[in-house]
């Protein structure tokens, strides 16, 4: 029996319909597959029942990745390794399909270095990801709530995003405090050029003060400059979360301008 150990987020999913419906999420058959933090292999199982062409599994924790290499012997290739410090754009020769019940506590930085990383295109199909209900929230946000900000932007800038279901505390051992749910990201075929530095430096900048008017974060950044504020038909007596994503993606693209 596997001690789960909390520093690194695991709650191992038990839950059958669960399970079959993450599975059914992506098209897994004859596909290069990529899943994050397998934990014990309740997912992997699943996965590779459907056939998958490759198998590929990140997994931090030393003990588990020993007991997964006895388990699935060669029909998946096991990185024991952080998957923070991998770049996976320079893994693999196809583009994969990735699935992972996240680690929580570094889901978000998970998903921003996918997003941040991209080079020359997407090295993935599509992911299928299970985040804590609260983030997940954050990332769907839409214009003008409160959970709209720093995360639904960043992520809606290359990503479209679909969320599949919530999922209880009971679908997991051990049980989690919290609700989770399954978000579907596909790559966007269009999106503004910008570096992610500065859409990181934008958002971070004008979402600091959430409550106050755009005033100060525009003029903090782009010194009043009015050309900019027509151009992009801002109104600075509005709050960070009335601008829409392509507002920011511009002001982004402006910024690189000014810096210049
Ligand atoms: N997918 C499994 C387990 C999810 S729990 C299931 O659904 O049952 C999260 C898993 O991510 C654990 O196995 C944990 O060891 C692993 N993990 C935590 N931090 C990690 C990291 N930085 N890199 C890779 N795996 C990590």
Known sequence: MIKAKKSLGQNFLVDKNILEKIVTTADIFDKTILEIGPGTGNLTSCILEKNPKKMFVIEKDNQLSNKLKNKFQNQINIINDDVL????????????????????????????????????????????????????DRIIAEINTSNYGRLSIICNWKLDIQKICDIKPEAFSPKPKINSSLLFFQPKKNFVKIKPSSLEKITRVFFNQRRKMLKKPFNQLFNGDQKVLNKLKINLNLRPQNLNFETYYNLASEYENLSR
Do not use: R
């Open 85 to 136: 410090k991998i770049d996976e754009t320079k893994l693999f020769k196809e583009k994969v399909t990735v699935f992972g019940n996240l680690p929580y506590n570094i889901s978000t930085e998970i998903l921003s270095k996918w997003i941040t990383n991209l080079k020359d295109g997407f090295w993935f199909e599509c992911l299928v990801l299970m985040f804590q209900k609260e983030v997940a």
